[in-house]
């Protein structure tokens, strides 16, 4: 690329249904973005291993310039999917960081400590594993690719289990997941960084303080983000930190408060329900009324002003990243020549750190600081889940998948070096997916939805 200047089991109360919901539709989307994911791959690989290999290839490697007049971005159909589409996703990351520090998953140290502890464990164990292997060797630097765990793919395996997966293992799995997350943001901007350019990094900074001055003011409207946002990315695509930093940090400026509290919502709302059934005209029930548009029109601003747009942003973007942003990722990434050199290479000392740190480190990792954090009484172990099914969530957790693509990218030189780590990358997530999936799916099923 170049830059040109020219917990809880939430089945036995029914009151609790309408807090679940909304998680419940969560996992279910990204199950379905899972399997969309999935084909995405098999595509690559197929068309990467096809008669017409050479034109998969080309077609990445094609340039595409944006900008006007003296300022001009100029990169490859590869750099605009990891650099500049792949920031949405990390915007998105960075919004669900933010809800579940918030309100959510990791909201308070008892809920959080159980997730936060596993996620060290999945991180520190495969990291280090990898760094035995590969210590002095060319692909040292690769260390951070077997700490990451891929949401997407996880959530979609608990869902092929339908009703032996209790709600409150799904909650654990997706927290662990988040952690790790964040685990992965910290990696790649403090260790897998170019030299910096200080100015480029001043005038980002400045954009984000920006920002956070426009939050305080209780500026709320999406365009202006994405304005200073843009910015942003800009300032950080050139400053040395990798882009997709960008979008972690402006998510963490987005405002996350609502303008009327929930209780006044409800009473606003049945009053503007109450003025439009007044205004019906039992002779016309196929038009409304200039007094029913405007209570239509109230509702709608109250409904807006209910949801903050932290949870707005989340809501809109959330299908784009799943249903596009990572399926094309997986296309332009996932397609390795599986050639009998490639296939050999396996046994090289990439591709076997990148297996043991997914396959044993990551599953170890996990379920072994769990245990610890349950047994010394840091965190609990969650109501209605089993040690198996902690275990087996544990090997999901080696689905590395696309963040351990994104980061063989930044850490790896060498086309050789980064193939071998995309395919230990894929065999490992299909052997961490289907020895978690038997692990729960031997376990009992839910009986009246209680979750045990």
Same mark, same amino acid.
């Given at each position: 690329m170049q830059f040109i200047r020219s917990f809880g089991s939430p089945s036995v109360e029914p009151r609790i249904d309408p807090m679940v919901r909304p998680f419940q539709r969560f996992t279910a989307q990204e199950a379905s973005a899972g399997i969309v994911l999935l084909a995405c791959t098999i595509v690559a690989l197929a068309w990467a291993n096809s008669p017409w290999s050479h034109s998969y290839h080309e077609l990445w490697e094609t340039h595409l310039k944006v900008g006007f007049a003296d300022y001009v971005l100029d990169g490859t159909l590869h750099f605009w999917? !990891? &650099?500049a589409l792949m920031a949405v996703f990390f915007f998105v990351v960075g919004l669900e960081i933010k809800r579940a520090v918030l309100v959510g998953e990791l909201a *308070?140290?008892?809920?959080a400590a159980l997730p936060v502890v596993a996620a060290v464990g999945g991180m520190a164990i495969p990291a280090a594993l990898y760094t035995m292997l590969n210590a002095g060797q060319d692909g040292a630097q690769g260390w951070g690719?077997? @700490?990451?765990?891929?949401?997407?793919?996880? #959530?979609? /395996?608990? +869902? #092929? %289990?339908?009703s032996r997966v209790p709600i409150s293992l799904k909650v654990f799995l997706t927290a662990f997941a988040i952690a790790d997350d964040i685990g992965a943001v910290a990696v790649i901007a403090l260790f897998y960084t170019d030299e910096l350019v200080w100015a480029n990094l001043g005038v980002? /900074?400045?954009?984000?303080? /920006?920002?956070?001055a426009l939050n305080w003011l209780g500026v709320r409207h999406a365009v202006v983000y994405a304005v200073f946002g843009l910015g942003v990315w800009l300032a950080f695509l050139t400053s040395g930190i990798h882009a997709s930093i960008a979008g972690i940090l402006v998510a963490a400026t987005i405002p996350s408060s609502v303008r009327i509290d929930p209780r006044e919502f409800v009473d606003h709302g049945r009053a503007l329900l109450d003025r439009f059934e007044r205004s019906i005209d039992r002779g016309d029930t196929e038009h409304t009324t200039i007094a029913q548009r405007g209570a239509v029109e109230e509702l709608e601003q109250a409904c @807006? &002003?209910?949801e903050s747009p932290l949870q707005q942003l989340e809501h809109d973007l959330h299908s784009w990243v799943a249903f596009v942003v990572m399926p094309v990722f997986?296309? +332009? !990434? +996932?397609?390795?020549?599986?050639? *009998?050199? %490639? #296939? &050999?290479? %396996?046994s090289g000392r990439v591709a076997l750190g990148v297996l043991v740190g997914l396959v044993i480190g990551k599953q170890a990792g996990i379920f072994v600081f769990a245990w610890l954090a349950i047994r010394t009484g840091i965190a609990t172990k969650p109501l209605g889940v089993s040690w198996?099914?902690?275990?087996g969530a544990s090997w999901l957790g080696g689905i590395g998948f696309t963040m351990s693509i994104f980061i063989t990218g930044l850490a790896l030189d060498g086309e050789q070096l980064v193939a071998e *780590?995309?395919?230990?990358?894929?065999?490992?997530s299909l052997i961490c997916g289907a020895v978690g999936w038997c692990i729960i799916r031997s376990g009992p099923r839910r009986t009246g939805g209680a979750g045990h």
């Open positions: 999917i !990891n &650099d *308070s140290p008892k809920r690719i077997p @700490m990451a765990t891929d949401i997407g793919f996880s #959530l979609g /395996v608990l +869902a #092929l %289990l339908g980002a /900074v400045g954009f984000l303080a /920006v920002l956070s @807006m &002003d209910v997986a296309l +332009a !990434n +996932a397609g390795v020549t599986l050639d *009998s050199g %490639l #296939l &050999d290479a %396996l198996k099914q902690i275990y *780590s995309k395919l230990a990358i894929l065999i490992s």
